[in-house]
């Protein structure tokens, strides 16, 4: 069982910068998939950003150019630098941690973290 732990939310000015931080509790998360998602008030859970075990990203057309997924595998950690914030960036944000072994699928989620985007 691999547990994620979120950091780094906060509030921000529009067009302010926060950087998200997703811990995992052992090493095994090198060959996972790591994402992040997200969930406004009254919205369903929508994608944000991933990063495969290789290394190649991939983000959702609203966060695109703005926003940049990495990963640390020596520290068991996934990052979210979010720049230039708009209030529509509101949301709770979740890490998530997936891998498909072929005979089994591990999808682990964390607690959530707030982003809150406002003057």
């Known amino acids: 069982q691999v547990q994620l732990v979120e950091s780094g939310g906060g509030l921000v000015q529009p067009g302010g910068s926060l950087r998200l931080s997703c811990a995992a509790s052992e090493s095994s998360i090198s060959i996972y998939a790591m994402r992040w998602y997200r969930r406004a008030p009254g919205k369903q859970r929508d994608f944000v950003a991933a990063?495969?075990?290789?290394?190649?990203?991939y983000y959702a057309d609203s966060v695109k150019s703005r926003f940049t997924i990495s990963r640390d595998n020596a520290k068991n950690t996934v990052y979210l630098q979010m720049n230039s914030l708009k209030p529509e960036d509101t949301a709770v944000y979740y890490c998530?941690?997936?891998?498909?072994?072929?005979?089994?699928?591990?999808?682990?989620w964390g607690q959530g973290t707030q982003v809150t985007v406002s003057s």
């Open positions: 990063i495969t075990s290789g290394g190649r990203t």
């Open positions: 998530n941690a997936f891998w498909n072994s072929g005979l089994s699928v591990y999808d682990y």
